[in-house]
């Protein structure tokens, strides 16, 4: 049962007509989850029930659970399912893919999942192409994006190598912005994360697949500090949108100095480091892993209210700091390599003297000369 649900929640691209899930191929989820891992398990699922409100209550027939009934399939000129034609609460049930259990041939022996000894286990199941086609549907336990020019639909996130990084907390917890599109939390996170008996020492637990399409190149688990909960922020909704987006700044440096990394790096690296081939990820990956604690104090600082010019230049000297470094050892800490060390002690340069030539770093020396002006 665990193994259906899983291919039918997760369900990636599986060729002609076989559907992908209501929320596309590897979706996240982001569930809210206490600290105090000890809890029993109804108060860690309480934290993500919404409210008649916002998920209205639905009866158990075929609207919800829709193998209830015969599959809506779609082949042919058969309409999708949406929220319109059936239940909101299907959303947790849904069902792309056509699989019948063929109970008429079964076997004894040990469940190949769990070791259990049984006389009726499962040798086989038929499936069949053209299953439930979803349209429109926003689960409520996963966080969209949507574009912000043209008629784009919202699209869940998903997996990505190397995981979630700290660059994309802000749009797990609070609706946002960044330069190409709109974030959305998931709607129990945004309709729960501020309830006063759950915010206290409470984070959101993510998990998902990454996908490429029909496989799974790996499962990622994070743990993510709710970062809006510091309580003076509750009746202050000017001073939370303050903090959010001094935060909001402080990831778009990160952003542009990752990118800023890996081109010199390639300068350095490649006569033409525009026409290199081959995998570079490895260097933004532990970019935004070796800086995610540089991240952290910066959201203590803020939350418990230092100035926010102060945090963010002590933010960016800690980056410029880690880019230096990074660049070194990548560019210098082997001798026996070929390169042109003159050529990369140039790029070095460039490095250091575009860093701060970048828009957030040029924020942030404002917000500087701002209170420096104040105190002077």
Not at 13 to 21: K, L, P, Q, Y
């Given at each position: 049962?665990?193994?259906?649900?899983?291919?039918?929640?997760?369900?990636?691209?599986?060729?002609?007509?076989?559907?992908?899930?209501?929320?596309?191929?590897?979706?996240?989820?982001?569930?809210?989850?206490?600290?105090?891992?000890?809890?029993?398990?109804?108060?860690?699922?309480?934290?993500?029930?919404?409210?008649?409100?916002?998920?209205?209550?639905?009866?158990?027939?075929?609207?919800?659970?829709?193998?209830?009934?015969?599959?809506?399939?779609?082949?042919?000129?058969?309409?999708?399912?949406?929220?319109?034609?059936?239940?909101?609460?299907?959303?947790?049930?849904?069902?792309?893919?056509?699989?019948?259990?063929?109970?008429?041939?079964?076997?004894?022996?040990?469940?190949?999942?769990?070791?259990?000894e049984s006389t009726?286990?499962?040798?086989?199941?038929?499936?069949?192409?053209?299953?439930?086609?979803?349209?429109?549907?926003?689960?409520?336990?996963?966080?969209?994006?949507?574009?912000?020019?043209?008629?784009?639909?919202?699209?869940?996130?998903?997996?990505?190598?190397?995981?979630?990084?700290?660059?994309?907390?802000?749009?797990?917890?609070?609706?946002?912005?960044?330069?190409?599109?709109?974030?959305?939390?998931?709607?129990?996170?945004?309709?729960?994360?501020?309830?006063?008996?759950?915010?206290?020492?409470?984070?959101?637990?993510?998990?998902?697949?990454?996908?490429?399409?029909?496989?799974?190149?790996?499962?990622?688990e994070h743990r993510?500090?709710?970062?809006?909960?510091?309580?003076?922020?509750?009746?202050?909704?000017?001073?939370?949108?303050?903090?959010?987006?001094?935060?909001?700044?402080?990831?778009?440096?990160?952003?542009?100095?990752?990118?800023?990394?890996?081109?010199?790096?390639?300068?350095?690296?490649?006569?033409?480091?525009?026409?290199?081939?081959?995998?570079?990820?490895?260097?933004?990956?532990?970019?935004?892993?070796?800086?995610?604690?540089?991240?952290?104090?910066?959201?203590?600082?803020?939350?418990?209210?230092?100035?926010?010019?102060?945090?963010?230049?002590?933010?960016?000297?800690?980056?410029?700091?880690?880019?230096?470094?990074?660049?070194?050892?990548?560019?210098?800490?082997?001798?026996?390599?070929?390169?042109?060390?003159?050529?990369?002690?140039?790029?070095?340069?460039?490095?250091?003297?575009?860093?701060?030539?970048?828009?957030?770093?040029?924020?942030?020396?404002?917000?500087?000369?701002?209170?420096?002006?104040?105190?002077?």
């Amino acid at each position: 049962a665990m193994a259906l649900f899983t291919l039918q929640t997760n369900s990636p691209a599986g060729g002609v007509g076989h559907r992908t899930g209501m929320r596309g191929g590897g979706p996240i989820t982001t569930l809210l989850m206490p600290e105090d891992t000890s809890l029993p398990l109804w108060k860690k699922l309480w934290m993500n029930v919404v409210t008649q409100e916002v998920m209205p209550k639905g009866k158990p027939d075929a609207t919800v659970f829709p193998w209830l009934a015969d599959t809506p399939t779609s082949d042919g000129a058969h309409p999708p399912v949406t929220p319109e034609n059936a239940h909101r609460l299907q959303a947790y049930w849904g069902m792309p893919r056509r699989i019948e259990l063929d109970f008429t041939t079964l076997q004894t022996g040990e469940c190949d999942l769990c070791g259990t000894e049984s006389t009726t286990l499962l040798t086989q199941y038929r499936t069949k192409n053209y299953g439930i086609q979803y349209d429109s549907w926003r689960h409520p336990l996963t966080p969209y994006r949507h574009a912000l020019k043209g008629d784009a639909p919202f699209l869940s996130v998903k997996g990505q190598p190397g995981g979630l990084a700290y660059r994309d907390w802000l749009g797990l917890l609070m609706q946002g912005e960044d330069k190409l599109n709109s974030t959305f939390p998931a709607t129990v996170v945004h309709h729960n994360a501020w309830r006063d008996e759950l915010r206290r020492e409470s984070g959101l637990w993510c998990f998902g697949y990454d996908m490429d399409n029909m496989k799974a190149r790996c499962w990622y688990e994070h743990r993510v500090p709710l970062l809006f909960a510091p309580a003076r922020f509750r009746d202050d909704s000017l001073a939370l949108r303050e903090y959010k987006e001094q935060l909001q700044l402080a990831v778009e440096l990160a952003r542009d100095s990752a990118t800023l990394l890996r081109q010199m790096i390639k300068e350095a690296w490649f006569s033409r480091p525009k026409d290199a081939k081959g995998d570079f990820s490895a260097i933004d990956i532990a970019f935004w892993q070796e800086t995610q604690p540089g991240f952290m104090r910066l959201c203590r600082s803020l939350a418990q209210g230092d100035v926010p010019a102060t945090a963010l230049k002590t933010w960016q000297k800690a980056l410029y700091r880690y880019l230096l470094e990074n660049y070194d050892a990548r560019v210098f800490s082997n001798p026996d390599e070929h390169r042109d060390l003159v050529k990369a002690a140039g790029t070095r340069k460039k490095l250091s003297a575009f860093f701060y030539k970048q828009k957030a770093a040029e924020s942030i020396k404002q917000m500087q000369e701002a209170v420096d002006g104040k105190h002077g």
